[in-house]
């Protein structure tokens, strides 16, 4: 039983490049969420969704987009990436007041 | 839904020694919890206390929560280096959504060897 898993775990990018970060749960849950973490600045939602092809924005939402086509996944994309967006990703998931949460990706934008 | 604030924001103590840090919240709660954060890991949850909870205890960790003064603590006793990390309270609300959740800056305690 996997839990949450993301990929990718590292990776930097030039300032304008895309990219998307994979989001898979394999434990059914309806609730997914994407968060950031900054120094000094705790987990700060991006966007999340309450069920297969919904999506919602969170408190920082700008800069991103995201897709839920598939239950299980919830993917992050970053469209033209920005110096500002250089952060740890965390994906989260739930089917009830208990979070679960992935191991983080480390993103660098130069 | 709300986000709780965790106080102290770090913490520093020997081995073997207790360690206590707080939440405070601002409305009424269904439950509230709490997770832990290794350097550069996601979440793992420990606790859950609910509502009409004043006490609950899993192993070396104690939560309370004190509806009255909208507050919790969670007291890990004799500490071990390997409960260096951050701690984060998650308060949940009642009513309304609980979809979209946040968390606070959390306390990081240092528990030296």
């Known amino acids: 039983n996997a839990g949450v898993t993301q990929t990718p775990k590292f990776r930097v990018l030039k300032t304008g490049q895309s990219m998307t970060l994979l989001c898979a749960q394999d434990?059914?849950?309806?609730?997914m969420y994407w968060y950031r973490q900054d120094p000094g600045m705790g987990l700060r939602l991006i966007h999340y969704?309450?069920?297969?092809?919904?999506?919602a924005k969170g408190e920082v939402p700008d800069g991103y987009n995201v897709s839920r086509l598939k239950k299980q996944n919830f993917l992050l994309g970053l469209e033209s990436a920005a110096p500002s967006q250089t952060s740890v990703y965390f994906c989260?998931?739930?089917?009830?007041?208990?979070?679960?949460f992935g191991s983080g990706t480390q993103l660098s934008v130069l | 839904s709300q986000q709780g604030e965790e106080d102290p924001q770090a913490l520093s103590i020997q081995e073997g020694e207790n360690a206590t840090m707080n939440c405070s919240y601002k409305?009424?709660?269904?439950?509230l919890q709490w997770y832990r954060q290794n350097s550069g890991r996601g979440l793992v949850h420990l606790i859950l206390?609910?509502?009409?909870?004043r006490e609950k205890h899993s192993g070396r960790l104690r939560v309370t929560l004190d509806t009255s003064k909208k507050s919790s603590s969670l007291l890990i006793t004799a500490s071990r280096a390997a409960d260096t990390a951050s701690y984060f309270c998650?308060?949940?609300?009642?009513?309304?959504?609980?979809?979209?959740?946040?968390f606070g800056k959390g306390t990081l305690l240092t528990v030296n060897p």
């Open positions: 989260a998931s739930s089917d009830g007041p208990k979070l679960f």
């Open positions: 434990m059914n849950h309806e609730y």
């Open positions: 969704s309450v069920g297969e092809g919904t999506t």
């Open positions: 409305t009424s709660i269904n439950n």
């Open positions: 206390i609910r509502s009409n909870e």
């Open positions: 998650d308060p949940r609300d009642s009513g309304g959504s609980n979809y979209k959740l946040t």
